[in-house]
């Protein structure tokens, strides 16, 4: 039977999908088949860490639109040691990119980073030195337990064997085509004939499966500085790119300690700057602590006034002070402190909307991927990752299945802002993989794609489960809203009447089918259980293990006399 939620106020929400539970681990993650990828590598003996590089690897192939090994992320582990650290993966500027490198279209809103000819979205000049495969190597040799060959094989055998496309993806591929078929390498792979590829036919991936391979073979380097490398490189260069073989070579993953937070009693982790998602996320939750958002109901227009205004504030504040932090001075410890968010609390208005500036003195496209992997013996990963918009800049490298991003479109493509393009430059990003501790003690882990929604998503998720009890599966699957200044987006289960009444306030209203995409995650329970579930707005998909080895010194014998007779 499907879960259902009734809140105080008595806002009913019936689950779409089902949680699963496990005692020996949870794989969540936006496609069936990775995630069966992560249960083979639990079910054979490896850690979180092993499981989640296998279902990173493998979703490249099961969702080419969403992620890739030219992409570029944030990992997220917390080990059961204790250690807690991300490894920041996220893409950088080319070293011959430049501040005016683009020209904006003028008249145009400054977050739609709108450009002549849209070369900061489409085509060569939208990539950026990806940074994605340096990333999972790292935690695998640093954390996981298996080599690099055993957990690619399955991602192998999905891209030679093939798949059956869902129509999620067959969607995907239908609302890029026009720029898809321009493609001498996707074109023909993902629309045949000019069709998009139906839901039940098998994709297979040849060329994709080959470098695979030689990753397996060669590891990273054959990315950065080696074979793969050199083609992309000649492939860009052809189209006018300026990304360089030594650029690729040069790519280092950053080892970078997570913001902490806390609310109500709680600790919140979350990654720190290049990505914005744990500073903003500390920041919102210090600002609603000062509130009780339990007793104001979950979807009543008190209470998603509150979450608009306070995301107004987070994203007013992050547009001057929250990019890569070899460029910019981040203020983290007073974004995050209790003292700056009691200062704007006092600003809010809870009769109407307001405009919000970033502090004075403080002086992103939405296809991404997240998994959430946890083991028996405490080990958790959360990890976000992307090639940016749908396909990426929808391009691929002839000859080698990838795909290539366009996260230069992070960029402000206006010079001298705090996020405007520099050599060398991580791009900002929204990601907002987190963990949440209680009493020292993993009680959830949680993320999603959705590019500039993913942070204030995530938020939402965590409201749901720590103010207003939610069970999991209720907790992701509630309706959403977003804003950063402009209209407030509502999905379409937030009620008309609370909608009106957001309006009266000075709220923009508008209607969306969704806000941010999938969300997955895992709860925790003091006697080691622990709950997976994924949301309606992905083909999120979780397994949850059970069971486990023979007790010591059992076997089966038909001799009665014998030891071990059972």
Not at 391 to 402: C, D, Q, S
Request: charged share 15%.
């Amino acid at each position: 039977m499907p879960q259902e939620f009734v809140g105080r106020n008595g806002f009913a929400l019936a689950c779409e999908k089902q949680p699963a539970h496990g005692a020996r681990g949870v794989v969540c993650s936006n496609h069936p088949m990775a995630t069966a990828a992560g249960v083979e590598v639990l079910l054979g003996g490896g850690n979180a860490v092993d499981a989640a590089i296998a279902t990173l690897f493998a979703l490249p192939v099961v969702t080419p639109m969403m992620v890739g090994l030219t992409g570029g992320g944030v990992c997220h582990l917390r080990m059961a040691s204790g250690a807690h650290v991300v490894l920041d993966g996220l893409s950088a500027a080319p070293a011959a990119a430049k501040a005016d490198m683009y020209r904006p279209i003028p008249g145009s809103p400054p977050e739609d980073r709108l450009t002549e000819g849209r070369r900061n979205a489409l085509g060569a000049l939208a990539v950026a030195v990806p940074a994605a495969l340096p990333a999972w190597a790292q935690a695998l040799s640093a954390y996981g337990t298996w080599s690099l060959a055993d957990v690619m094989e399955p991602a192998i055998r999905l891209a030679a064997r093939g798949f059956l496309v869902t129509p999620y993806l067959s969607d995907c591929i239908g609302d890029s085509a026009e720029d898809l078929l321009r493609d001498p390498e996707l074109g023909p792979l993902l629309l045949p004939e000019g069709t998009p590829l139906r839901p039940g036919a098998r994709l297979v991936q040849g060329a994709c499966a080959e470098s695979l391979r030689l990753i397996a073979r060669e590891g990273p380097a054959a990315l950065h500085g080696g074979a793969l490398g050199a083609r992309m490189v000649e492939a860009l260069a052809r189209q006018g790119g300026i990304m360089t073989l030594e650029d690729l070579a040069g790519v280092r993953t950053r080892e970078r300690t997570p913001i902490r937070g806390t609310y109500r009693g709680l600790e919140v982790f979350g990654p720190p700057p290049p990505a914005s998602g744990g500073v903003h996320i500390a920041q919102i939750l210090n600002i609603l602590e000062g509130f009780d958002i339990a007793a104001l109901g979950f979807g009543t227009a008190d209470g998603l006034h509150l979450v608009a205004e306070a995301l107004k504030i987070a994203f007013a504040d992050r547009a001057i002070a929250t990019a890569d932090p070899d460029f910019v001075r981040v203020p983290i410890a007073r974004l995050t402190s209790k003292e700056y968010a009691a200062e704007r609390r006092t600003m809010l208005d809870m009769a109407r909307a307001r405009s919000w500036e970033g502090d004075p003195a403080l002086g992103e496209a939405n296809c991404t991927t997240h998994v959430t992997v946890a083991d028996a013996e405490g080990n958790i990963v959360a990890s976000t990752q992307t090639i940016n918009a749908l396909f990426g800049a929808r391009i691929a490298v002839p000859g080698t299945g990838l795909v290539c991003n366009n996260y230069m479109h992070n960029f402000d493509p206006r010079p001298g802002l705090a996020l405007s393009v520099a050599p060398g430059k991580r791009v900002y990003s929204s990601m907002a993989p987190m963990i949440v501790l209680c009493e020292g003690a993993p009680r959830f882990a949680l993320g999603l794609p959705g590019g500039l929604r993913i942070f204030p998503s995530a938020l939402q998720a965590l409201l749901n489960l720590i103010d207003h009890a939610m069970p999991l599966q209720a907790a992701l699957e509630a309706p959403r809203i977003w804003t950063m200044g402009n209209a407030l987006e509502l999905e379409p289960a937030i009620p008309q009447a609370v909608a009106e009444a957001l309006a009266a306030r000075g709220h923009p209203v508008k209607r969306v089918p969704t806000v941010a995409g999938g969300i997955n995650g895992i709860s925790f329970e003091p006697d080691g259980s622990m709950t997976g579930a994924a949301c309606w707005r992905a083909d999120g998909s979780v397994a949850g293990i059970g069971g486990g080895l023979a007790r010591p010194g059992v076997r089966f014998t038909t001799e009665p006399n014998q030891k071990g007779f059972t």
